[in-house]
């Protein structure tokens, strides 16, 4: 290790010298700065494979390079690889020619495998091997004689190579730009750029309070993005899902939470909405949405004890002052004054309320908008459209403005490679990658403005909306990108209002397959859960829910996520049909029915958490039955309820089956028809009537024969009785009259 060390501190101590082309040299500060950098391990910028080696180059600073003065780049060599690097050279080359149109500039960064590097400026031996695992960064100063650039050399980007001799079997290439600079006088570019602000992706549709205090913390992940835009001439975009998540909270919002949303609501950016949870646009076009999707309603979510107001109460009582109104101690207001018994929630609307410079903005995927697609946002009040370079065919040169006029509203184009050189820059973990990136984007401008000098342009950049975590140079971006001569900073009003471009063609693009068909799906099961909601008392308890999830699902941020969507999406239909099915018939036949007329009954059971109000439609499915008019019911949460359907046996016996259909009082049918089958014996009725007839007639007869026999046998007693008492008939000379005998008398005659 002390060698390797050694090895390392001796790397490129080299002087700078003042020699023509070919002349080898290093200032005593790249000296300094390649022995204190070696060995630090960073990203590799500029590697098309992270098993191989990689160069970067870029120029020292963004100042412009003005004639007369030396060219200073910074060269950064990545080693990823088990082995050593050892001796070599490395070379640095100008283009030949400057890079006047923004093909040029690609086509002279994207080439770098071309032998065509222009003028070799300078060689720089290196004096030390490069270790496995290390990254060193190499200071060369080109000195202004070598550069062979003048006063006669039109201002503009210009293109440098880096190479990296190492033995026979190793060579690495990087490719850079910086801009020449005359003091002319020039027409700078007008830039507006965009920034999304908005969260990982997720389903829920509000960010759970623990997660709103990760990213609105000091280095959480919307106080960085806030941080780096805020108050600068950036239009913010942001995510409406993100002012409710805060605000539906109340009382229980995180501290940072608050304070993250005050700060937005004081800043002097231009804000205008995404769609809620960022959910795409075009994406609900294409698969068949009837308009752009919203929230439905927050109140299923609201807490209204969260929102509880302290209410002063006057009173004059004090301590030990007696009661005089009739007011017990235990009922009288607190010493204090106060009770907090005012509860005032919020209103979805309130949840959304905010202070947009514009309302009237779709932001879709990057070119995935179709023709179709425009009148679907113009039908829902977005008449302005953020639209990639891939969505739209337009002249390279000069340059357009980034406004157009669409088939169905206005466009706002954004330069996609400039937009990508900005975001490299603000995502960038090194400096070194940083360096590049901004000196393509100065590049970028320069070409632009020294294209047509006498027209001003008017461009759109945005940053993407994935936002890693180490993500915290969009300040040192955009202030980087303020201190270019060649580029003045311009609102989205002034975006939007400048002429627009003329011969550019709106070029349709399409969602691929693998999207629409979920989401497809998505759509149709709201459609269906709106369709079951009727059941219930409030049905916004379901669809309100259901189309928050929804719009999360349709966020942007998924569409990098292939795998991690579908499941998502898997898990929120399979929830959703539970909901479907929660209500059902669990009659099951077979049903003996005996006699023409009878209650038919029928089991129905309910596992949804709130109570549910059904129709029950029983058809039979031959003329066997007849059965009676539907039944409106209400079966309590989690519960089974039996109730009975008359029916009527028509046509005689027979199998029947019974289908039984539950609706909503709206009439839409829940879930399949339950067959029932039954067995009909209407004859049975018949027989068994006449055999409870001669039942009954048995009964009454067998009564009867009783009734005789019984007064036939109290006669007989009677009789005999009277034979008995006959003696003590009274004397025919009495003066009293014969006393009448209680029952007739059968007189026998005597011979």
């Known amino acids: 290790m002390p060698r390797v060390a050694a090895l390392l501190g001796l790397l490129l101590a ?64 990545a080693n990823p690889t088990s082995a050593e690097i050892g001796l070599g050279t490395v070379d640095i080359y100008l283009a030949q020619r400057a890079l006047t149109t923004r093909t040029a500039l690609e086509d002279w960064l994207a080439d770098a495998e071309s032998t065509n590097r222009g003028d070799l400026l300078v060689s720089v031996p290196t004096t030390s091997a490069i270790p496995a695992g290390a990254t060193v960064t190499l200071p060369v100063t080109v000195p202004a004689a070598s550069v062979s650039l003048t006063a006669l050399n039109n201002w503009g980007a210009r293109g440098i190579a880096a190479t990296l001799e190492a033995g026979s079997d190793l060579q690495v290439e990087g490719r850079g730009t910086f801009v020449w600079f005359l003091d002319d006088e020039i027409t700078p570019v007008n830039l507006s750029v965009l920034m999304p602000i908005t969260v990982p992706e997720g389903s829920a549709g509000l ?20 941080d780096g835009v805020i108050n600068r001439p950036v239009a913010i975009a942001i995510d409406p899902m993100i002012i409710a998540s805060i605000r539906i909270l109340g009382s229980s919002a995180p501290a940072s939470a608050l304070d993250w949303l005050s700060r937005l609501d004081l800043a002097s950016n231009d804000i205008f909405p995404l769609g809620y949870a960022d959910a795409d646009p075009a994406l609900q076009s294409q698969a068949g949405a009837a308009a752009v999707l919203a929230p439905i309603s927050f109140d299923p979510s609201i807490d209204p004890a969260l929102f509880t107001t302290p209410t002063a109460t006057p009173t004059d009582a004090t301590e030990g002052t007696e009661q005089t109104d009739g007011t017990d101690a235990a009922t009288a207001p607190p010493a204090d004054g106060t009770t907090t018994d ?9 949840l959304l309320a905010w202070d947009y410079t514009r309302t009237d903005i779709a932001w879709p995927g990057t070119g995935t908008v179709a023709r179709d697609d425009l009148d679907f946002f113009a039908a829902s009040g977005l008449t302005t459209t953020v639209l990639s370079e891939t969505n739209v065919n337009r002249s390279e040169i000069p340059t357009p403005n980034a406004v157009v006029a669409l088939p169905s509203g206005t466009g706002l184009v954004t330069d996609d490679a400039l937009s990508d050189a ?38 759109v950049a945005s940053f993407d909306r994935g936002w890693p975590e180490s993500a915290d140079r969009v300040g ?65 308890t379901v669809t309100a829910p259901a189309r928050l999830e929804l719009l999360s699902l349709l ?43 009878v209650p038919f009954p029928i089991t129905l059971n309910n596992t949804f958490d709130q109570s549910v109000t059904v129709r029950v439609q029983v058809i039979p499915s031959n003329g066997r039955l007849i059965v009676g008019s539907d039944l409106d019911t209400t079966i309590d949460p989690n519960s089974a309820k039996a109730i009975t359907i008359p029916v009527s046996a028509a046509i ?40 409870f007839a001669g039942l009954v007639v048995a009964f009454f007869g067998f009564g009867i024969w009783r009734n005789i026999v019984r007064r036939r046998k109290e006669r007989a007693e009677r009789e005999a009785d009277g034979t008995a008492d006959s003696a003590e008939l009274p004397d025919p000379g009495s003066d009293s009259p014969p006393t009448a005998p209680p029952y007739p008398l059968t007189v026998q005659p005597h011979g």
């Open 652 to 691: 005689g016996n027979g199998d029947v089956t019974l289908r039984v259909t539950l609706f909503t009082p709206a009439g839409t049918a829940l879930g399949e028809s339950a067959p029932i089958a039954v067995n009909v014996r209407a004859d049975w009725e018949g027989v068994g009537a006449a055999i």
């Open 207 to 226: 960010i759970p309070a623990i997660a709103l205090e990760s990213y609105t913390s000091a280095a959480g992940l919307l106080t960085r993005q806030l």
């Open 14 to 77: 080299a002087s700078s010298v003042m020699l023509p082309a070919g002349a080898l040299g290093l200032t005593e500060a790249g000296a300094n700065t390649a022995a204190n950098t070696a060995g630090l391990a960073t990203s590799l910028p500029a590697a098309t494979d992270a098993s191989e080696p990689s160069l970067t180059v870029a120029p020292a600073g963004l100042a412009p390079l003005r004639p007369g003065e030396d060219l200073t780049v910074s060269v950064t060599i």
């Open 342 to 350: 005012t509860v005032t929630p919020p209103t979805s609307a309130d």
């Open 422 to 459: 900005l975001h490299t820059a603000a995502m960038a973990t090194t400096d070194a990658t940083w360096s590049a990136a901004m000196a393509e984007v100065a590049s970028r401008l320069a070409v632009v403005s020294a294209e047509d000098p006498s027209t001003a342009r008017t461009l």
């Open 555 to 597: 966020s942007t941020s998924w569409a990098d996520q292939s795998v991690s969507w579908q499941d998502q999406i898997t898990t929120s239909l399979a929830a959703s049909a539970e909901t479907l099915q929660s209500v059902t018939v669990t009659t099951r036949g077979p049903v003996q029915v005996l006699g023409s007329k």
């Open 476 to 540: 040192q971006t955009l202030e980087a990108l303020s201190g270019l001569l060649w580029e003045t900073p311009a609102t989205l009003q002034a975006a939007l209002g400048a002429p627009p471009a003329a011969g550019v063609d709106f070029d349709s693009g399409a969602e691929p397959d693998s999207r629409l068909g979920p989401v497809r799906s998505l759509l149709e099961r709201e459609a269906q859960l709106t369709g079951f909601s009727s059941v219930l008392a409030d049905p916004v």
